[in-house]
């Protein structure tokens, strides 16, 4: 460096000579950096320049720099010399950085200031206009906030002793900044909260006949974009939905006539039109241009808007068209041949080859029981056989082959069938593809019976795993054994060993159910043939492939049928309006949408709720329960609740824990029961219903021809505490009694019971067709195991999974949830009814984890140990060379035991207060 008054770099005389470094000077001055070499300047700032690189030698250094866009390399400068040029550039570059810091962070600062004082404004101003701050203000702010780039100056550690020495109003908006927007949007609603609580207290106190609790009122004031209420049975959810309105109404955050309420069937949405109308205009609201309408009627209202044609709804639909179902299929069977193979085929042996919810099937400890009554080895034979069978072949199963073929190396062989009318022989080999077998040595074993039958001249014919779950192996069976002189007779009707046909009327539901929710998921037959290779393997994919090809046609004629009547059915009317609110053909007017049992959507009606609420600064308000989702069969899909998020987007979910209708201990009872499933959104329901002791028992009938006359002796009992005025809370009125059963059939166990009218309502209902209702005490018949028994053990088709998003894993899903719906219908108490040696296996729940009594018929306490092992019988004494035990009563099958005296594993089973002759004799045990 020279010792001119600006800092100066150039090579010495001698470096010059030594180095040929050439004339070169080098200058940094005011942020600029100058290069001269030969006379030639090259000017640039320092934040266009880089010192690349630093190459010290022994006597001098080379420099490398990048000066703009070119690169420098200077050589010639001692080492000294380059070292204060290095740290010369470092500090001339970070003091530029800095200052370029402080001009950004002064620019920054003031735009933090700017949004800091408009969302202030925006959030004040929100609040005395709109009330609640939704999420979709706080995603506005947040955004707006996120483009300002403030908060990385303010972590930037070469800024912290500027940021220290600001003055007040800047810090001021720091502080403000630094707060996080939805925290302070929380905040802000909470107090939102807590006000309107206050200044509404009179329309919260008289907008239903009793004051709204501090779970209905928060759910009512928060109005964010996207709201899920999760709601006990019996918590007032059609309160907290009217109130809503109401509150909308009131405050003039929406007018009338952009509330729309969406309900599931027309009683549901009459109801909510009704009781809107009551509750709100008694208070000066204009309920009347608050709209309640079904689902489908609403969807109609749409298409019609948005086409200038309101179509019409297909006629034949009455009982879902199950009846218009069954002509198509009866006309399909008529008209075309390979159908109806197919559909007998599957209708007599496909449909009843699949596992129940406890993964039951025809297969024994042995081996697959085929229709005809043996058991085989592998379900491919009994594919085999079933086949044979549905189609008259005669066939012997492992008949000894009819030479000697036992050696020192082999046994006698048995071919896996035999068809005597041809003298033929039949081997089904367990190949996954041509020459693989996933058993060590069994292609020798394949070749050496092959040879066998070429050696005697014997007939062979031959099937592999690899083709039968492919389709083609019954298909090239019946061409050989044709062609060798068996002619095939099908017949559906055929009865098997022990068995029968599935019923027709299951059968269409299935195909119903599964239309349904094909429709609903708008799933084509390409998408759901992906789903089945997808999903399915095994005799599983053969089995569901030939549902779907019979669906294939099914469908077809169900849509043929509704374009030839010019019609609709009821998924067409959901997806056609959503797909229309989608494409902007009609705007929804509505602002607020409130959805009444949200548990029950179907994808379709979910997609339609979406689209409605697509637009910003509108709000969906959903409520339901996922504890009493009970109609998958009709397309609810239960995963549009639990999934509500994903669907929705963010969402404030909310639950309506307290119940106004039962006792806590049929809550506790009913809670921890449905609450098994892990799948369920857990809540915990709090009573604020008396105690009316006891709540829940269980009475064990002798037979089922019994079961009549014990109902009615109970309800006799109770009507005579009615009316001698023993039973408290109950003077002067009648008694409602509800008899539920899981089936219609079961009507008959009450119909002896009329005379009891003068002090009981008793009226019998199925428990689907409960939802909604209450009575003081309920009884729930049916409490047996069996395929008609509670939990019903005719299971879902699970072919359905492949037109649903998500299957349940959870054993009897539903079923559960049923049984929840049945016990959550009693405001007093609930009487379970079952029968000796035939205890459901929810019952035997129930006594097990809740340690609810059983009595008889006249109300004396049975023992009721549930065998430890099973869960699914009682224990009974048992004695052995050791002495007296316990063992399960449904031994062999069931080897549990317990030890009789002095085993702490063994409960004791007593009840809960005195034994009474009235309804229910024991609550649940403590």
Same mark, same amino acid.
């Given at each position: ?8 770099? =150039? ?20 942020? #600029? ?5 030969? %006379? ?10 880089? $010192? ?5 030698? $022994? ?56 949004? #800091? ?124 939905? #009217? ?46 241009q608050v709209v309640a309408r079904t689902f489908h009627a609403f969807g109609l209202d749409i298409i019609g808007q948005a086409t200038g044609k309101k179509p019409s709804l297909a006629p034949w639909l009455e009982n879902d068209g ?53 058991? #085989? ?34 046994? =006698? ?66 061409? =050989? ?25 299951? $059968? ?65 009317? $959901? ?326 005296? %002095? ?24």
């Open positions: 460096m020279t010792g001119h008054a600006l800092p100066t770099w =150039q090579p010495s005389a001698w470096a010059k000579t030594l180095t040929h470094s050439g004339d070169w000077r080098l200058a940094l001055h005011d942020d #600029v950096v100058t290069v001269t070499v030969g %006379g030639v300047a090259t000017e640039a700032g320092l934040e266009a320049c880089a $010192l690349v690189d630093v190459a010290r030698g $022994l006597f001098w250094s080379q420099l490398t720099l990048q000066v703009g866009e070119q690169v420098m390399r200077l050589r010639g400068i001692g080492r000294a010399d380059a070292a204060s040029f290095e740290s010369a550039f470092t500090v001339a570059r970070e003091s530029l950085q800095l200052r370029q810091l402080i001009a950004e962070f002064a620019v920054a600062a003031g735009q933090a200031t700017l949004w #800091v004082q408009s969302f202030t404004a925006a959030l004040t101003r929100h609040l005395r206009t709109r009330g609640w701050l939704t999420t979709e203000f706080g995603a506005e702010w947040a955004a707006r906030k996120a483009a300002v780039g403030f908060s990385h100056l303010l972590d930037d550690p070469n800024l912290q002793a500027h940021i220290a020495a600001q003055p007040l109003d800047v810090a001021g908006t720091i502080a403000l900044w630094s707060e996080d927007a939805l925290a302070t949007i929380a905040r802000e609603n909470q107090r939102h909260l807590e006000a309107e609580t206050e200044q509404c207290r009179e329309f919260f106190d008289t907008v239903e006949r009793s004051p709204l609790t501090t779970e209905q009122i928060r759910a009512v004031v928060c109005f964010d974009n996207r709201m899920l209420v999760v709601a006990a049975a019996g918590s007032g959810k059609t309160s907290t939905m #009217v109130a809503k309105a109401g509150y909308a109404l009131h405050r003039n955050l929406i007018a009338a006539d952009k509330i729309v309420m969406l309900a599931f069937n027309s009683a549901a949405a009459k109801e909510l039109q009704q009781r809107t109308r009551e509750r709100l205009g008694p208070l000066g609201l204009d309920a009347e199950i009846a218009q179902l069954g002509l198509i299929i009866d006309r399909l069977r008529a008209t075309d041949v390979v159908f109806r193979s197919e559909w007998d085929f599957f209708r007599a042996v496909l449909a009843r080859d699949y596992p129940d919810d406890d993964g039951v099937t025809s297969e024994t400890s042995e081996g697959f029981r085929t229709s005809q009554g043996e058991t #085989v080895k592998s379900p491919g034979e009994r594919m085999i056989a079933d086949w044979l069978f549905f189609n008259g072949v005669e066939y012997v199963y492992e008949k000894a082959y009819e030479f000697e073929t036992a050696d020192a190396e082999h046994g =006698q062989y048995h071919p896996d069938f035999y068809y005597p009318a041809i003298n033929a022989y039949h081997e089904h080999w367990a190949l996954d593809a041509p020459g693989e077998s996933p058993f060590d040595g069994y292609l020798d074993g394949m070749a050496w019976k092959q040879k066998v039958h070429r050696t005697n001249g014997t007939s062979l014919l031959e099937t592999t795993k690899f083709e039968l779950w492919g389709g083609s192996a019954l298909t090239n069976l019946g061409r =050989q054994l044709t062609e060798r002189g068996i002619r095939l007779q099908p017949d559906a009707d055929r009865l098997a060993a022990g068995q029968t046909p599935v019923e027709n009327a299951l $059968l269409l539901k299935t195909f119903r159910s599964f239309l349904a929710h094909a429709k609903s998921n708008c799933l084509s037959d390409e998408q759901l043939s992906v789903r089945l290779t997808e999903q399915a393997q095994g005799p599983v994919r053969y089995r569901d492939a030939s549902f779907l090809r019979l669906f294939t046609a099914i469908r077809r004629e169900w849509d043929a049928q509704l374009a030839a009547d010019d019609c609709i059915d009821f998924e067409d009317m $959901l997806t056609l309006a959503a797909e229309h609110l989608e494409a902007g053909d009609w705007v929804s007017p509505y602002e607020l949408v409130m959805v009444d049992e949200f548990q029950d959507a179907s994808f379709a009606r979910a997609r339609l709720a979406r689209a409605l609420v697509a637009q910003p600064g509108r709000y969906l308000f959903a409520v339901g329960d996922d504890w009493q989702s009970i109609n998958r069969f009709a397309g609810a899909d239960l995963s549009v609740m639990t999934g509500f998020q994903s669907w929705f987007g963010p969402s404030d979910v909310m639950r309506l824990e307290r119940t106004f209708r039962f006792p806590q201990s049929i809550a506790d009872v009913s809670s921890a029961f449905v609450l098994q499933n892990p799948s369920q959104i857990a809540k915990t329901v709090v009573s604020s219903t008396r105690e009316f002791v006891p709540t829940i028992g269980i009475v064990t009938m002798d037979s089922e021809t019994a079961v009549a006359a014990g109902i009615r002796h109970r309800l006799k009992l109770l009507r005579d505490q009615v009316a001698s005025g023993e039973l408290p809370g109950a003077p002067g009125r009648k008694l409602s009694v509800l008899v539920l059963g899981r089936y219609q059939f079961q009507h008959k166990y009450v119909s002896g019971c009329g005379d009891l009218a003068d002090r009981l309502d008793v009226r019998f209902s199925t428990i689907h067709a409960s939802k909604g209702a209450e009575a003081d005490y309920v009884v729930i018949v049916g409490m047996v195991n069996g395929k008609y028994g509670f939990p019903s053990t005719i299971p879902n088709d699970p072919v359905l999974r492949l037109a649903m998003p998500a299957a349940e894993v959870f054993p009897r899903a539903e079923e559960r949830r049923l049984f929840y719906v049945a016990l959550t219908r009693a405001r007093r108490g609930v009487l379970l009814v079952t029968i000796d040696k035939h205890e459901s296996r929810f019952l035997m729940e129930l006594i097990r984890d809740q340690g609810i009594v059983r009595t008889n018929t006249i109300g004396e306490v049975l023992e009721s140990v549930v065998c430890p092992k099973c869960g699914r019988a009682f224990m009974v004494p048992r004695s052995s060379k050791r002495g007296p035990f316990l063992g399960c009563r449904r031994y062999p099958r069931c080897k549990g035991t317990l030890a009789i005296d %002095g085993s702490p594993s063994v409960p004791a089973v007593k009840p809960v207060g005195e034994p009474r002759k009235a309804f229910t004799p024991y609550r649940r045990h403590r």
